[in-house]
């Protein structure tokens, strides 16, 4: 069955500190990627997307993730966390228009 | 514009109850998802409309879960004889849902959570 792996459960960072997380994927062939983003008391909200062409993908708020294909990973990188960015990150595989498979997800806490 | 919108945002019942939940799309997305996040868990499918019909139930836990989609936009998800197990919060997604990558990105809305005493 496919499946979304989040190596992190909880991540704690100071700020400015360099933040990646892990997502590997087990679907074959042909896939979309995503990662989410669950602010304290919001809804999932879109961080990013890799659909096809270049592997590295710039989201908002200074996110990027890179697609290595023969690893089947999508980590999710910033250079420099801010307060504001604690929250909840979920990835999210799937095929076509077909349902999203999400990873168990990873809590971020960024201490001032 | 106005987002994916869920009614109620809590429902708190008695174990054997029946619960209807309501999802309202973005206008003229085709596409609709549910999904349930239980605590400390990713969001897990439940099912999937294009249009008016169910293109993937597969993620239907048991045959007392059913969902609705009858003019092809709101959608209502019924859980008949609840069970505190089903105690989750339930998701809400929509997309574009025609040809082209670009239209596949689902957007969430806020979710109902639902108690079962």
């Known amino acids: 069955a496919q499946s979304v792996s989040q190596h992190n459960h909880h991540v704690i960072l100071s700020e400015a500190a360099s933040l990646e997380l892990g997502c590997n994927y087990s679907?074959?062939?042909?896939?979309?990627l995503f990662w989410y983003v669950q602010y304290p008391g919001q809804h999932l909200q879109l961080l990013l997307k890799y659909f096809s062409g270049d592997p590295l993908v710039k989201g908002i708020k200074g996110f990027e993730a890179e697609f290595i294909k023969s690893k089947f990973s999508f980590n999710l990188r910033k250079p420099s966390v801010q307060w504001s960015d604690t929250a909840e990150y979920f990835c999210a595989v799937n095929r076509g228009y077909n349902k999203l498979i999400f990873g168990a997800g990873t809590r971020l806490a960024v201490h001032p | 514009g106005a987002g994916v919108s869920q009614t109620p945002s809590n429902k708190v019942t008695e174990k054997g109850k029946y619960v209807e939940l309501r999802c309202d799309p973005i206008s003229g997305h085709t596409a609709l998802y549910w999904y349930r996040q239980s605590l400390g868990q990713g969001p897990e499918f439940l099912i999937y409309f294009q249009g008016t019909g169910a293109a993937d139930d597969s993620g239907l836990p048991n045959d007392r879960f059913f969902a609705v989609r009858p003019e092809g936009s709101v959608s209502t998800l019924k859980i008949q004889r609840t069970e505190r197990g089903d105690s989750a919060v339930y998701l809400c997604?929509?997309?574009?849902?025609?040809?082209?990558?670009?239209?596949?990105?689902?957007?969430f809305g806020p979710g109902t959570r639902l108690t079962v005493l």
């Open positions: 997604a929509s997309s574009l849902g025609y040809s082209g990558r670009e239209s596949n990105e689902q957007f």
């Open positions: 679907y074959g062939g042909t896939v979309n």
